[in-house]
C-alpha cells in the first residue's frame, strides 16, 4: 500500500491543522499510525488507530488534544490537531501495521508515506 500525507501547513500556536493520509489500497487490514519528525531529532510516536477504528493510543505529548480517526471506505486516516504548539512543529508521516497490537515502535510499521510539513509559530 501506497500512504500520502498532506495538509501540513503554517499554524499560529492556539490553532487547528486537519492532517489527511490517502492511501492507494485498502487500508482495512492495517492498523495506521502518525509518527512525527522535528529537526535534529529523533522520529516521535504521536497516534494509532486499529483496523475497524474502535481503537485509538496516543503519544503522552499530544493526547486530549490531537484525535486519529479513519474512513475505510475512502482509504484515509485523518490526524485532528487542536491546541497546537510550537513544540509540534515537525514533518508528520502516516504509516501502516499489518500486526495486530497497536503500537507505538516505528520499527513495527510496515508501510510509510511521505511527510508533510506542519509549522505552529508562537
Known amino acids: 500500500v501506497q500512504l500520502q500525507a498532506s495538509g501540513g501547513g503554517l499554524v499560529q500556536a492556539g490553532g487547528s491543522l486537519r492532517l489527511t493520509c490517502a492511501a492507494s489500497?485498502?487500508?482495512?487490514?492495517?492498523?495506521m499510525g502518525w509518527f512525527r519528525q522535528a529537526p535534529g531529532k529523533e522520529r516521535e510516536f504521536v497516534a494509532a488507530?486499529?483496523?475497524?477504528?474502535?481503537?485509538?493510543y496516543y503519544g503522552d505529548s499530544v493526547q486530549g488534544r490531537f484525535t486519529i480517526s479513519r474512513d475505510n471506505a475512502k482509504n484515509t486516516v485523518y490526524l485532528q490537531m487542536n491546541s497546537l504548539k510550537p513544540e509540534d512543529t515537525a514533518v508528520y508521516y502516516c504509516?501502516?501495521?499489518?500486526?495486530?497490537?497497536?503500537?507505538?515502535?516505528?520499527?513495527?510499521?510496515?508501510?510509510w508515506g511521505q511527510g508533510t510539513l506542519v509549522t505552529v509559530s508562537s
Open positions: 489500497g485498502r487500508i482495512s487490514s492495517y492498523n
Open positions: 504509516a501502516a501495521d499489518r500486526g495486530r497490537t497497536l503500537v507505538r515502535y516505528d520499527v513495527e510499521y510496515d508501510y
Open positions: 488507530i486499529d483496523r475497524s477504528g474502535t481503537s485509538t
